[in-house]
């Protein structure tokens, strides 16, 4: 494993900084977009939509274009690039201070800031990575060490990415990741066998339109979870659900579902973890299957049905069977057959239900 990269450190004038179309956190927004190629990245067009895209709320960049229109650009740390052609440069890892500078820079353009502010990013200092070492694993590993333990770090489908590429594209161990991005050995595994769900999804004809990036920690918190990973019938070898009944309602629990005036069940990754109660109960989870029962519904069964220990007067109602006498039986009324016929019922559907949702051995 080759563990280190190597740059040319340099100064560079801010109009050779383009920011990057493909920066990987544009893929919240929507995992299908079509990776820009490196010959149409200086187009005014493109480099317009991508700052564009970071201006939005979500990146929060607009308090740190206030704060250089406030006490200039200060490069405490060096912006890291890929070299375009001999004066362009395309910002690697850095695109949030990039995309503030050229915010300020319209600003300046359109009369509304100070124009002398620019003298304080007119050449900015970066470090360009060396073209040997400069390939995608890099650039992510360059991009995710940072990002892992920075005050805005990645989400999970990011980090996923990287560990994807490691893993597949370099054929590295889950342990040779985790030592290159600091992260524990057994959060790559995890990580990497939501990405392999999502994916799995994706892939699905029925719900590939829904597979979105986000819902890859719906995937992180069920893959956790052994009860949940025997629900689904997860494969070890295959990193995918096997129990398609079962999983396929996962996936209509987890997204707007059209089917039902778009109501998502599951509204957040974290009440993942209280499927593992619905599950391990009959009642709860009949009731959770049915479109007009929600999760906090389902949980109130469990509830309910943990309240009382049903096995115990199960075994009451037997020892009263059995202390029947034989002569009090030829007395019976109807209404007394009614009582048993009622029982009897009851035990058949149970049965019955079990046998519908039980997960196969």
Do not use: C
């Not at 050449?123 to 890099?138: G, M, Y």
């Not at 992180?220 to 129990?243: I, S």
């Amino acid at each position: 494993m080759e563990n280190k990269i190597e740059f040319e450190s340099k100064t560079v004038k801010f109009e050779e900084l383009f920011l990057d179309p493909n920066n990987l956190r544009f893929k919240n927004f929507d995992s299908s977009s079509k990776t820009v190629p490196t010959n149409r990245v200086k187009e005014d067009t493109v480099q317009k939509a991508t700052l564009g895209k970071l201006k939005d709320d979500e990146f929060q960049i607009k308090a740190l274009r206030d704060s250089i229109l406030e006490v200039g650009f200060l490069p405490i740390d060096r912006i890291v690039v890929s070299k375009i052609d001999e004066n362009s440069y395309l910002v690697v890892e850095g695109n949030r201070r990039v995309a503030a500078l050229k915010w300020i820079d319209e600003l300046i353009a359109e009369g509304i800031a100070d124009k002398d502010v620019k003298e304080t990013f007119a050449e900015i200092p970066v470090n360009i990575i060396k073209p040997e070492f400069d390939t995608e694993s890099n650039r992510l590993k360059i991009q995710g060490i940072r990002h892992i333990s920075e005050i805005r770090p990645w989400g999970t489908y990011q980090k996923a990415v990287l560990i994807k590429t490691m893993m597949d594209g370099e054929k590295l161990t889950a342990q040779e990741v985790a030592n290159a991005i600091g992260y524990r050995t057994q959060e790559v595994n995890r990580i990497y066998r939501a990405f392999k769900l999502l994916e799995q999804m994706q892939n699905d004809a029925d719900y590939s339109d829904y597979a979105k990036p986000d819902l890859i920690s719906y995937f992180y918190e069920a893959v956790g979870r052994l009860p949940l990973k025997t629900f689904f019938g997860y494969n070890e070898d295959t990193f995918e659900f096997e129990t398609e009944d079962n999983y396929k309602l996962f996936y209509k629990w987890i997204i707007k579902d059209p089917d039902n005036g778009n109501n998502q069940k599951i509204s957040s990754s974290s009440n993942v973890r209280d499927l593992t109660k619905i599950i391990a109960n009959v009642e709860a989870l009949a009731s959770f299957k049915e479109d007009s029962t929600s999760l906090e519904g389902a949980l109130a069964i469990v509830i309910k049905y943990s309240s009382f220990d049903w096995k115990k007067e199960i075994n009451q109602a037997i020892e009263a069977l059995k202390k029947l006498p034989t002569d009090e039986l030829e007395n019976f009324t109807d209404e007394d057959i009614q009582l048993l016929s009622s029982l009897k019922e009851m035990i058949e559907k149970r049965i019955s239900i079990y046998d519908k949702i039980r997960i196969p051995k």
